[in-house]
């Protein structure tokens, strides 16, 4: 039996060996010189495929062990698919870690499975996308399956020769390695993901992991522990961290129920508040605006509207997916560990959003998207979090374009002003949060409404981005034809960036993102330090003349106590900026503090991290952030 099931041990560690090996050679120019020991990583490497496959061998030894003999034939035929299964799996998922790592820059995690519960939108993504991969794949399984059905027919009948007794008395024994194996540490803790993070280039680390492992561990971390396990990250005293956090962010507030709240007194006081508008940009990151340092030609709307706004020149978001910049954005909130809050069940109400502020002085509140906003759970969140309205892909009559995401963000700004001229006639101030689509893979959009991008492809990313900023300046070429323009303050600022990549363990120059505040009566101007999305929520919220309560973790660029600080997710790691100083904490590891320097261009996509001398301070006030944020979200203090 054991040789068996070591035999099953060594194909499952081939596979993943040759994974690794071929994820090494095709980034090796990216770690060469990086003065760390690379070549560790098969080591570590064997670690994690050790733990995934003595996992996937449990259930092969309990079927071998006490299957009664009269059952052969049944146990036989279930391992053998069983391993069918298992095999295919793990070549299917070996082959998907090359694209996800091109997107991503992180082997296969949560990511991979989270949004398979909208298969419209995703599969006609990954069909887009990814056909050759998807061939090399199937056929590759094929392959495989062809042949293991082939010689694989009474592999284990055998094994069932041997007694009763003792097949029993051998159980014993090879459960304890199994468990050696998933263990994989002789210490106090059994080893896990972390233990795949033993270098300070990131992309060493990745290659280390299993992909397997890592979606299965991110599964588990968010079913038990509801967005993961903070512990790993450090321990602190909650009021150590909050009164932490409070210090770096300098917000006074004495308030129980709502650590942060407090009240904010507006700089621009006026007897006729202003509407608000948030339009917020899917991916639009600022390589491809030239108004904050990227490629010229891409934007040129927000180009020339920058130049009668407030252009935030050095905005970050708060991490890599949408659910984080639209929190960021409509709640002020900074990137809770784990799932993001539009999903998790303690944010579904009572929790903070532009709509419980503004409500009280008789705003009437909506979040308009072109596609299905069950997306994300976004209308539930905003529902549930006060907002009287969601205008999605359902309420859109006789669309001009419609891409597997949704409308085309044409059709989303035009029917967004014409909800607002209705609401203006009435004489009702309104807020709205606006989501664009149209940039999102596969790229779909009208694109004889735009001068396509030279030498890329029409389906492409930078294109997309183009017929963005074209219905960016329709928008408000319509509003400024409309009375309701003047009274009303206009965001525009992006979720985050379209692909976050690099070599450094937080790549923090791809969360740089653009944003811009104008209409009414805002005087322009160039803002060019550190901001955070709850900043320019903060901001606009000012500009509109009330003065306001609440628990923003941010603050208007025209208050005294605006802090050059950003804080940001990236997978599982958080990065606390404070002026050129980054402190990152990850789980299991200890922090690290870097030196940042900004790329000279767009172009420069080398590291910008130097690892200097450890700032103590700095990352305990790390480690303060994600602990705070998580008690706020659990004690549900974020009101």
């Known amino acids: 039996m054991l040789k068996k099931l070591f035999k099953y041990y060594l194909l499952l560690i081939f596979i993943f060996f040759i994974g690794r090996l071929f994820l090494f050679i095709l980034y090796f120019d990216n770690f060469k010189?990086?003065?760390?020991?690379?070549?560790?990583?098969?080591?570590?490497?064997?670690?994690?495929d050790t733990i995934t496959a003595s996992i996937l061998l449990v259930i092969p030894l309990i079927v071998l062990s006490f299957t009664p003999v009269k059952l052969k034939h049944i146990a036989n035929s279930f391992l053998r698919y069983y391993f069918l299964?298992?095999?295919?799996?793990?070549?299917?998922?070996?082959?998907?870690?090359?694209?996800?790592?091109?997107?991503?820059?992180?082997?296969?995690?949560?990511?991979?499975?989270?949004?398979?519960?909208?298969?419209?939108?995703?599969?006609?993504?990954?069909?887009?996308?990814?056909?050759?991969?998807?061939?090399?794949?199937?056929?590759?399984?094929?392959?495989?399956?062809?042949?293991y059905l082939k010689h694989v027919k009474d592999d284990f009948l055998k094994l069932f020769e041997t007694s009763y007794i003792k097949r029993i008395a051998i159980?014993?024994?090879?459960?304890?390695?199994?468990?050696?194996?998933?263990?994989?540490?002789?210490?106090?803790?059994?080893?896990?993901?972390?233990?795949?993070?033993?270098?300070?280039?990131?992309?060493?680390?990745?290659?280390?992991?299993?992909?397997?492992?890592?979606?299965?561990?991110?599964?588990?971390?968010?079913?038990?522990?509801?967005?993961?396990?903070?512990?790993?990250y450090g321990k602190m005293d909650i009021k150590e961290a909050l009164a932490r956090v409070k210090k770096r962010l300098d917000i006074k507030s004495d308030d129980k129920k709502s650590v942060f709240s407090r009240i904010e007194k507006t700089h621009f006081k006026s007897d006729k508040p202003k509407n608000l508008v948030i339009f917020v940009q899917e991916s639009m990151g600022y390589q491809?605006?030239?108004?904050?340092?990227?490629?010229?030609?891409?934007?040129?709307?927000?180009?020339?509207?920058?130049?009668?706004?407030?252009?935030?020149?050095?905005?970050?978001?708060?991490?890599?997916?949408?659910?984080?910049?639209?929190?960021?954005?409509?709640?002020?909130?900074?990137?809770?560990?784990?799932?993001?809050?539009?999903?998790?069940n303690r944010s579904q109400k009572d929790f903070f959003t532009i709509a419980s502020a503004l409500k009280p002085f008789g705003y009437y509140t909506s979040f308009i998207y072109g596609g299905e906003s069950r997306f994300d759970n976004m209308q539930g969140w905003y529902s549930g979090n006060g907002f009287d309205e969601t205008i999605d892909q359902s309420k859109f009559e006789n669309p001009t374009f419609v891409a597997p995401w949704g409308v085309c963000d044409e059709d989303l700004v035009v029917k967004a002003n014409e909800e607002f001229k209705k609401l203006h006639a009435k004489g009702q101030k309104f807020a709205t949060v606006m989501f664009s689509q149209s940039n999102h893979s596969p790229f779909e959009f009208?694109?004889?409404?735009?001068?396509?991008?030279?030498?890329?492809?029409?389906?492409?990313?930078?294109?997309?981005?183009?017929?963005?900023?074209?219905?960016?300046?329709?928008?408000?070429?319509?509003?400024?034809?409309?009375?309701?323009?003047?009274?009303?303050?206009?965001?525009?600022?992006?979720?985050?960036?379209?692909r976050v990549y690099g070599d450094d363990m937080v790549p923090v120059d791809m969360f740089h993102i653009p944003a811009i505040i104008l209409g009414g009566d805002v005087e322009p101007m160039i803002y060019d330090k550190i901001t955070t999305q709850p900043d320019v929520l903060a901001t606009a919220l000012d500009l509109i003349g009330l003065d306001l309560k609440y628990p923003i973790m941010g603050h208007s660029i025209f208050s005294d106590e605006k802090q050059n600080i950003s804080l940001m997710q990236f997978h599982t790691s958080y990065a606390l900026r404070v002026d050129d100083r980054v402190a990152i904490v990850r789980?299991?590891?200890?922090?690290?503090?870097?030196?940042?320097?900004?790329?000279?261009?767009?172009?420069?996509?080398?590291?910008?991290?130097?690892?200097?001398?450890?700032?103590?301070?700095?990352?305990?006030?790390?480690?303060?952030?994600?602990?705070?944020?998580?008690?706020m979200y659990n004690k549900k203090l974020y009101r």
């Not at 329709?474 to 009274?487: C, G, S």
Request: charged fraction near 20%.
């Open 587 to 631: 789980p299991g590891q200890k922090p690290l503090t870097f030196l940042y320097k900004n790329p000279k261009t767009y172009l420069d996509k080398k590291n910008h991290l130097t690892p200097i001398k450890s700032d103590e301070e700095l990352e305990k006030d790390a480690l303060a952030f994600v602990v705070a944020l998580d008690y």
């Open 288 to 344: 491809f605006v030239n108004a904050v340092g990227g490629e010229d030609g891409i934007t040129p709307n927000f180009n020339r509207l920058s130049k009668e706004a407030i252009l935030f020149k050095d905005l970050y978001s708060n991490g890599t997916r949408s659910v984080r910049g639209l929190a960021g954005v409509s709640a002020g909130n900074l990137a809770v560990p784990g799932v993001g809050v539009l999903k998790r």
């Open 171 to 232: 159980f014993l024994p090879i459960l304890a390695l199994l468990f050696i194996g998933v263990r994989s540490s002789f210490g106090h803790r059994g080893a896990n993901i972390s233990d795949a993070m033993f270098s300070t280039n990131r992309m060493v680390n990745e290659i280390t992991k299993n992909s397997l492992h890592s979606i299965s561990y991110a599964i588990y971390s968010n079913a038990v522990h509801e967005g993961g396990e903070v512990k790993q």
């Open 85 to 147: 299964v298992i095999f295919s799996l793990a070549i299917y998922i070996e082959n998907a870690t090359f694209p996800f790592i091109a997107q991503y820059d992180v082997r296969p995690n949560y990511l991979f499975v989270e949004y398979l519960i909208y298969p419209k939108e995703v599969f006609a993504m990954i069909f887009a996308d990814y056909k050759a991969e998807l061939l090399i794949a199937f056929m590759m399984i094929g392959v495989f399956v062809y042949f």
């Open 446 to 498: 009208p694109c004889e409404k735009i001068e396509l991008v030279k030498d890329v492809p029409q389906n492409s990313v930078k294109n997309a981005i183009k017929y963005a900023d074209h219905a960016i300046g329709r928008f408000i070429a319509l509003a400024k034809k409309e009375p309701y323009y003047k009274d009303t303050v206009f965001v525009i600022v992006a979720d985050h960036n379209v």
């Open 33 to 48: 010189n990086s003065g760390v020991d690379y070549w560790l990583t098969f080591i570590y490497g064997l670690r994690m």
